[in-house]
């Protein structure tokens, strides 16, 4: 098959119940209900529910060895958790993975505040890019998260860009790593970037 014959193919797909947003838009305590009847991963973005492109097995590859590293390495006052999101109104982002402060961690939990974020890590995939470099890194700042590290795909190699808040606002970088990530914040980090292999 050419590529040409791949684009005149119809683009199939199955159908997913959108809701409709209530005046001023839904928020993170519309959460649970929403779960219920959105058969997909969502987010919530200036109050409406926007669907989630699914991740590649790279992506999913990436967050499992930070993940796995960070959590070897967190002093105990922090929780590091992937699949939660943060409450930043009517706009509810679910990033990659999230450090956050252990006392506001339950069984139950689905939302964070911001202010008990650390640090908050997007893995970019070829559907992010604008996403992961330009709107998530601006909703952050905006919220005050100290920390925030992008991840790319380099040759299958994991690269990670750090960043911190500065005191006006917006976040300066601080170091670009690829094969281990050293930084001193939110509390010192060391790590080695394994091979991603499958």
Known sequence: MTAAQHHDE???GHMVLVPTPPKGGFTARDLPRLMEVVDARFELLDGEVVMMAPSTHWHNEVID???FALRAIAPTEVVVATEQVIDLGSTVPEPD???VSREA???DSLSFPPDVVHLVVEVMSPGTKTKDRVLRPAQY???GIHCFW???NESN???VYTFELLPEGG???TGVFRTRVKVDRPFPIDIELSEVTW
């Open 10 to 12: 119809p683009i199939r």
């Open 65 to 67: 060895i930070l993940k």
């Open 97 to 99: 993975l999230l450090i």
């Open 105 to 107: 961690v339950s069984a």
């Open 141 to 143: 700042a905006e919220a």
């Open 150 to 152: 992008r991840v790319e």
């Open 157 to 159: 190699a994991i690269v």
């Open 171 to 173: 976040y300066a970088p």
